[in-house]
């Protein structure tokens, strides 16, 4: 029996980078082998992977012995990145030895449709988490993309006040809660936890999401979402700027330094911006019906 094995594929981007890489590995080599394995971590992530398609088993412990291994350790891929000035997904079909040529840059990760509550409709999402929907498994990392809780309050009274009829959901792992002061309520916090694959259901029929995770920008992306993205510039270049996502605003910032004012400013900027892109899509769809 032949078996192969990826590795490093524990968080949300890994999923909606790699599953398409090892996807295009399968194509070009898979059929040599028995039995396809995903190592990562039992986290919610895995739900990327299941709604991929490909014969593949998402295992959590190495299982024997290999024939082939590749590890799709991110900071590899972000070393080629640097080199070579490209997209994430480039590096990480390196590491896999396949041409990068149609592999998607965009994540396009869809769940399997199903019909929400009235009550998860039209919510406008916050994710200021730096942890957000990483495994709680993983080793701590310093909270290197968060802004001080204090500094976030300004973007929250915006989002009230531009959305008024709309309700605030804070979204991410389970233990993400804001702190007390900084206004949000318990009701506020109930959706922490949810699945990727319900998280990704609820982006679906969303206002909009303000986060500081790269995790849950890629998931957002892969929607479709209006989202406004605060990160470094680093992440930025290797696959954020690329992605064209005509919804996503971003704002490269330091969570030392940034200035809440301007990035307040940035925010009502972005309302403004899709505001006024959802009246050009009533319009043109009151114009097509008449």
Known sequence: MKRALFTSINLIGDGLYVGPVAQKWYREHGYEYDEIHLLT????????????????????????????????????????????????????????GVEPEGIPLVPNYK?????????????????????????????????????????????????????????????????????????????EHELLGLSIAETARVMQHAKMIITVDNGMGHLAASQGLNEFLMVPAVLALHYIVPWGHKGLRTVHIDPVTVNPISVNAHLRSAIRDWKFKDQENEYAEYATAN
């Open 41 to 96: 971590i039992p986290n919610h992530a895995r739900d990327i992977y299941n709604y991929m398609g490909m014969p593949w088993k998402v295992i959590f412990e190495k299982e024997g012995t290999y024939d082939t291994e590749i590890n799709f350790d991110v900071s590899k891929a972000f070393q080629i990145c640097d080199k070579k000035r490209c997209h994430l997904v480039t590096g990480y079909a390196e590491l896999a």
């Open 111 to 187: 769940p399997e449709p199903r019909e929400l509550p009235e009550c998860m409709k039209g919510l406008v999402l916050l994710s200021l988490h730096s942890m957000s929907c990483a495994s709680r498994e993983n080793p701590p990392k310093p909270p290197n993309k968060m802004l001080p809780w204090e500094k976030c309050i300004p973007l929250i009274s915006t989002l009230r006040r531009e959305y008024p009829d709309s309700k605030l959901r804070v979204v991410g792992g389970r233990d993400d809660r804001v702190p007390e002061f900084v206004g949000l309520t318990e009701e």
